[in-house]
């Protein structure tokens, strides 16, 4: 397959995925783009409230807090 051929199919996919997203009712979508991952591999994750999905606050494991005695 020729690079030009690869890339339209990359927006196509890009595109169909957007697409898709849009007929659900989640309000966010979070796209990494990563050569280390499986082709057109999909993870969905969910969490309560707004911050970042993975991140420390997200996780529980807020690194800025004062220590407890």
């Known amino acids: ?4 051929e690869m890339e339209e199919k990359d927006i196509e996919n890009v595109l169909k ?8 009712e989640t309000s966010r979508l979070k796209i990494q783009v990563s050569k280390e991952e499986e082709p057109e591999k999909v993870k969905k994750a969910y969490h309560y409230g707004r911050c970042d999905v993975g991140s420390p606050w997200a996780r529980g494991e807020c690194y800025d807090l004062p220590e407890e005695d």
């Open 1 to 4: 397959m020729e690079k030009k």
């Open 17 to 24: 995925i957007l697409e898709n997203f849009s007929e659900t």
